[in-house]
């Protein structure tokens, strides 16, 4: 799909920032929208839409919704709304800093910080705990057909939904628990990558096992590790056609269905969650026709 932001099915980059913004009272942001989409290419920089925003310029996404929350013994995911989310992506840190700086600037009249984090590639693309991160998703055109909208309509075809988490790792207490119990906690050995079929309900491979769900629930992830001096864990990326695969692993992740819990909650806790629509390309930048811009 040649209309797709080119960053959402490219490799994941060595270093990216993500940015969240939040409008600013009484804000009209339709200028700084439109400069947004004449510098935003859709492969160094990934932009996704808020249903706030999008509620602000009286438009509506169909299937763009809030993010769910679910709060039980030992889980806990919030829903941290935002109005608009950049990924900047990169291969030179001081470059992305620069960029980010541009886009503060020219989104300020109308557009807050909410949030940055900094984030990089781990190894050949390795979660902080040392597991690779990303072999189950979908290849080739499957990964096309999973993550982007097919629709005729103008300015919707080549649109993708994302949902955006920031978890937290607690890299001691994983350090901490035997190898085996490292290995259940994920469903798969950390040394060889492969697939524990003996691994526990809890496993977190066996809670998302994709083609497990009615109707199947494929996603595109592109997470991504981020640091900083204190903290550290894992920037959560899933690109859909649609939210509802996402929305479906995660409810089983929170052990809504079965009371039983996602293992990586026993070392991770997702701290943000939200979602955004993410626009498709025209001519080498944003197209906003469906947000009325
Ligand atoms: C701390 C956060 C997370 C970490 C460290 C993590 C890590 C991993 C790892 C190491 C794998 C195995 C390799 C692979 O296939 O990629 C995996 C698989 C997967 N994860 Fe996560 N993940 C996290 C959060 C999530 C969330 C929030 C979801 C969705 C709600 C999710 C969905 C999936 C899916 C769909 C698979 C592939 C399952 C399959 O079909 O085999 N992950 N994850």
């Not at 929208?33 to 808020?50: E, F, M």
Request: aromatic content about 8%; some cysteine; proline content about 6%.
């Amino acid at each position: 799909m040649n209309a797709a932001q080119p960053g959402i099915l490219a490799p994941v980059p060595s270093h990216a920032r993500y940015l969240t913004f939040e409008l600013k009272q009484g804000a009209r942001p339709q200028s700084q929208l439109k400069s947004l989409a004449g510098i935003a290419d859709g492969r160094a920089c990934v932009v996704g839409i808020g249903a706030i925003l999008a509620f602000a310029l009286q438009k509506k996404i169909d299937g763009l919704r809030p993010f769910p929350h679910y709060q039980s013994e030992g889980v806990s995911v919030p829903s941290i709304p935002a109005a608009l989310w950049c990924w900047l992506r990169g291969e030179d840190r001081g470059e992305i800093v620069l960029r980010a700086r541009t886009v503060e600037k020219m989104l300020a009249p109308a557009f807050e910080v909410a949030g940055s984090i900094d984030a990089f590639k781990y190894g050949q693309g390795l979660d902080l705990t040392g597991y690779e991160d990303g072999t189950e998703n979908p290849k080739g055109k499957k990964a096309v057909g999973v993550a982007i909208v097919n629709d005729k309509r103008a300015g919707l075809g080549g649109s993708s939904f994302v949902a955006v988490q920031q978890w937290v790792h607690d890299l001691d207490r994983f350090a901490s628990l035997p190898q085996k119990q490292q290995d259940n906690a994920i469903g798969r050995r950390k040394h060889d990558n492969k697939e524990l079929a003996s691994a526990p309900p809890s496993a977190h491979v066996k809670r998302t096992a994709q083609e497990n769900f009615t109707p199947e629930a494929f996603v595109w992830r592109r997470s991504m590790p981020w640091a900083d001096a204190t903290q550290a864990g894992l920037v959560f990326v899933a690109f859909g056609r649609s939210l509802d695969a996402f929305e479906a692993q995660l409810k089983r992740m929170a052990g809504t269905e079965d009371g039983i819990a996602d293992a990586l909650f026993t070392f991770s806790r997702p701290v943000t969650g939200a979602y955004y629509w993410c626009p498709p390309v025209r001519n080498g930048r944003l197209d906003l026709r469906a947000i009325g811009i």
